[in-house]
């Protein structure tokens, strides 16, 4: 695989590595979406606060902050769903 000169990256950012890669805006998912995955999943904040070994109040205050890191985000949707509690 060959890699594309600076210039040619500059004038086309989409383009990595002679792949297309589609280059998205990046939306915070609000706190009321963030709650919706989550219940969504069957998940609750004691389950959270479990699987990610921090405290029921920390996961509580994760999903009320609108400035959350985005990778909070992508790890809610990619929680398993719960079957049976």
Do not use: C, N
């Amino acid at each position: 695989m060959r890699m594309l000169p600076a210039a040619h990256m500059m004038q086309y950012p989409s383009y990595i590595m002679d792949y297309y890669v589609e280059i998205k805006e990046i939306v915070p998912m609000s706190p009321e979406a963030f709650r919706a995955e989550l219940e969504s999943r069957g998940w609750t904040a004691d389950m959270l606060a479990k699987r990610w070994g921090m405290t029921k109040r920390r996961v509580q205050q994760l999903v009320a902050d609108v400035d959350r890191g985005r990778y909070y985000d992508d790890a809610v949707k990619a929680l398993p769903v719960v079957v049976s509690k």
